[in-house]
């Protein structure tokens, strides 16, 4: 069991940045995977960033490259998002999720967090 708890989430103006984090419990991770996905209203929940818990290695979707980086910090086993240079595009719920490998295909992903609100006003 893994339980997940995302935070940093806000209204912010357009250009503006925000980090996000999601802190990890229930168990060791090994081989696993993590990412951040978000649902906009009306629209369906699509894959934002995903890092692989031990290498560190990271995929970002096509419209966050250059502006969000994603990272983890195995010793508070918390994962961050921080997004820069925010559209208001970006305005969606933001769910970190866990996954038993590294992958972008949301239906791979096992656990999932609340979700934390995020909100670009132009």
């Known amino acids: 069991q893994v339980q997940l708890v995302e935070s940093g989430g806000g209204l912010v103006q357009a250009g503006g940045s925000l980090r996000l984090s999601c802190a990890a419990s229930?168990?060791?991770?090994?081989?696993?995977?993590m990412g951040w996905f978000r649902q906009a209203p009306g629209k369906e929940r699509e894959f934002v960033s995903t890092?692989?818990?031990?290498?560190?290695?990271?995929a970002y979707a096509d419209f966050v490259k250059g502006r969000f980086t994603i990272s983890r910090d195995n010793a508070k086993n918390t994962m961050y998002l921080q997004m820069n240079s925010l559209k208001p595009e970006d305005t969606a719920v933001y769910y970190c999720?866990?996954?038993?490998?590294?992958?972008?295909?949301?239906?791979?992903?096992?656990?999932w967090g609340q979700g934390t609100q995020v909100t670009v006003s132009s």
């Open positions: 999720a866990h996954a038993p490998f590294f992958t972008r295909v949301a239906s791979a992903y096992d656990y």
């Open positions: 229930g168990r060791t991770f090994r081989s696993d995977g």
């Open positions: 890092i692989a818990w031990i290498t560190g290695y990271t």
